[in-house]
């Protein structure tokens, strides 16, 4: 399989490790508001993408961290005069709701930053052994960057342009160069702390991850993920302090940054107020309908998210569903007419145009495309296909699905809808159509509608129709 690496700025091999699994890091989110539909954007891509690994027999330990003590934590705490670590808490626990909601399984382990202060303690320690660390008096210890040679790879930045760091730059004068970020901060009053030989106080932002990862991985591992914000400062901070501690290179290989979901062109934020959270997405559309808008975009590209994109995307996800409802009912239906269509792509190619689009940076708007086309390619004649074509078809829109993460769904028809179809063709065939009519629009009310197909009458579910997958909720 091959990756963009944002460090090479290339497409590298990943190679399956022989003796132990596969490391993942992903950066978890800074829980001081509800997640929102631009983090379920970065985790619904990553969790698709390590379920295929273990589906191309990877073994795989994936661990992403939970930031619980943070100066936006605080700040909010204190607007809403609470305790940080209460406030933390609570947005933790729904954040880690929402990741079930969405049928995200593939993490093994979310490791909440508060839970970590001995590692992290050990790590600033040895940067300041080794001369990376400095302390300013009354504020906290700091990486210095102008010791480690490499700032700025990951981001492709020269030090100099480091200064015009953008987001979450610790301020103070006394700090020897403008882009050096707090390791630990002295606690001011009233804010969470922790007692500690270098002071009383509590970890900088970004080295949670690195002292989470050493305890877990050691000084090197194989893939790290985030948004694409992180790049810059946070990732590369991160590169600067694991390989300025332990001296080893390259601390990660290969570096993956999704794209951002966007509203009206802006970036969705905590900050900027502009999220919807991904409970109340929720409300009005399923986890399946949310996990195809976002595999439906390269994992690099952003999303420009509406209203119209989110019923479109529905109506697509319903038109697999039903398709797949429609192979049912031919393959229950007997004493059909088999006829051949010639010139048409047998399900193995799709099949494996399907595994060269994943394979090639994990395409997945590519492999939808083709899960679409054969949909397309036999949607009109689905009557009339023999049976093992049908079944294979079934088997390879199901499985791909599933590996994508999709949580199946078997179109269920209520007895009385069924009862309804029923009476409906026998007014249809003693030609009392007004009667068939009004049934017809009896089943509409229920949520389904009755295709008259060359073999019978199907029942659907109807697109508009608010459903949500009931065993996820
Ligand atoms: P935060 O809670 O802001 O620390 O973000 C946690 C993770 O979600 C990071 O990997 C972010 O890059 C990612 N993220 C936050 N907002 C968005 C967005 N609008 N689109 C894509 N990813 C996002």
């Not at 979310?110 to 300013?136: H, N, W």
Request: charged letters at 30%; a positive charge; glycine letters at 6%.
């Amino acid at each position: 399989m091959y990756l963009y690496n944002t460090l090479s700025g290339k497409e590298e091999l990943l190679k399956k490790p022989l003796f132990r699994s596969l490391k993942i890091f992903v950066c978890g989110p800074t829980t001081y508001d509800y997640s929102h539909i631009g983090h379920a954007r970065t985790y619904i891509f990553f969790d698709t993408f390590v379920r295929y690994l273990k589906h191309r027999g990877f073994r795989v330990k994936y661990i992403q961290n939970i930031t619980d003590v943070d100066d936006k934590i605080i700040e909010r705490a204190k607007d809403e005069k609470k305790d940080p670590a209460e406030l933390a808490g609570i947005f933790t626990k729904e954040h880690l709701r929402n990741m079930k909601d969405l049928n995200i399984e593939s993490v093994t382990k979310y490791a909440r930053a508060s839970a970590y202060v001995p590692q992290i303690l050990k790590q600033i320690k040895t940067l300041l052994k080794k001369g990376f660390a400095y302390q300013i008096p009354g504020d906290g210890y700091y990486f210095d960057v102008s010791k480690f040679g490499d700032y700025g790879k990951l981001s492709h930045r020269t030090t100099l342009e480091a200064e015009d760091a953008v987001s979450r730059i610790d301020e103070n004068l006394k700090k020897r160069n403008k882009a050096d970020f707090a390791l630990w901060k002295f606690a001011k009053l009233g804010e969470p702390k922790w007692k500690t030989d270098l002071g009383d106080g509590r970890p900088g932002w970004h080295i949670e991850d690195t002292a989470i990862t050493e305890k877990f991985f050691g000084p090197q591992y194989d893939i790290h993920g985030g948004g694409i914000d992180l790049k810059f400062p946070h990732h590369e901070a991160e590169i600067a302090q694991q390989e300025s501690a332990s001296g080893k290179k390259p601390f990660v290989k290969i570096w993956m940054h999704t794209g951002f979901l966007l509203v009206d062109g802006e970036k969705m934020s905590k900050s900027l107020k502009n999220f919807i959270t991904i409970g109340d997405l929720l409300k009005d559309y399923s986890p399946n309908i949310l996990r195809l808008l976002v595999l439906g975009h390269h994992y690099r590209s952003p999303i420009d998210y509406s209203e119209k994109l989110a019923n479109q995307t529905r109506a697509a996800l319903q038109t697999f569903e039903d398709f797949l409802g429609k192979i049912d009912f031919v393959l229950e239906t007997k004493n059909r007419t088999i006829k051949n269509f010639p010139g048409q792509k047998p399900v193995k190619v799709f099949e494996n145009l399907m595994a060269f689009a994943l394979e090639d940076d994990f395409n997945t708007p590519q492999a939808l495309a083709l899960i679409f086309e054969s949909i397309g390619q036999n949607q009109e004649n689905v009557w009339y296909y023999e049976k093992n074509h049908l079944v294979s078809l079934k088997k390879f829109l199901e499985s791909t699905f599933e590996t994508l993460g999709f949580k199946p769904k078997k179109p269920v028809i209520p007895p009385e809808v069924k009862k309804f179809v029923a009476e409906r063709e026998l007014l249809r065939q003693n030609k009392q159509f007004a009667l068939a009519d009004a049934l017809r629009n009896k089943i509409r009310v229920l949520g389904y509608e009755v295709e008259d197909t060359p073999i019978g009458p199907l029942a659907l579910e109807t697109s508009n129709h608010k459903h949500q997958t009931p065993n996820l909720l």
